[in-house]
C-alpha cells in the first residue's frame, strides 16, 4: 500500500464520523460499486474480515485494483482530500 493511502485509511480509523459521512456520499457510494462489481462483495467481505483480524493484505490489494482505474483513482483522490480536510 503506498503512503498516501496508508494516511487516508489510518484518518479513516481514528474518525468513525468521518468513515460513515463518507460512505454516505457519492464517492462512497462509487467506491462501494468498484469494491464489489466483479464478486458481489465477496472478495469485501474476505478482505474486511481478514483486516478486522489485523492482516489488510487483502484489502490493499483491493484497493490497489480500484486506484489502477482512472475512475478508481479520481474517487480515492476525492476521499483522501475529504479526509483531510475533516481531521
Known amino acids: 500500500m503506498d503512503e498516501k493511502t496508508a494516511a487516508a485509511i489510518e484518518r479513516l480509523k481514528?474518525?468513525?464520523?468521518?468513515v460513515e459521512q463518507?460512505?454516505?456520499s457519492g464517492d462512497?457510494?462509487?467506491?462501494?460499486?468498484?469494491?464489489t462489481r466483479a464478486d458481489g462483495g465477496a472478495a469485501l467481505d474476505h478482505a474486511a474480515r481478514s483486516a478486522a483480524k489485523g492482516d489488510t493484505n487483502e484489502l490493499s490489494q483491493l484497493l490497489r485494483g480500484v486506484m489502477q482505474s482512472p475512475d478508481g483513482a479520481a474517487v480515492m483522490g476525492r476521499i483522501n482530500d475529504t479526509a483531510k480536510r475533516e481531521n
Do not use: A, S, V
Open 14 to 18: 481514528q474518525n468513525k464520523g468521518l
Open 28 to 35: 462512497g457510494q462509487r467506491l462501494m460499486d468498484l469494491l
Open 22 to 24: 463518507i460512505m454516505r
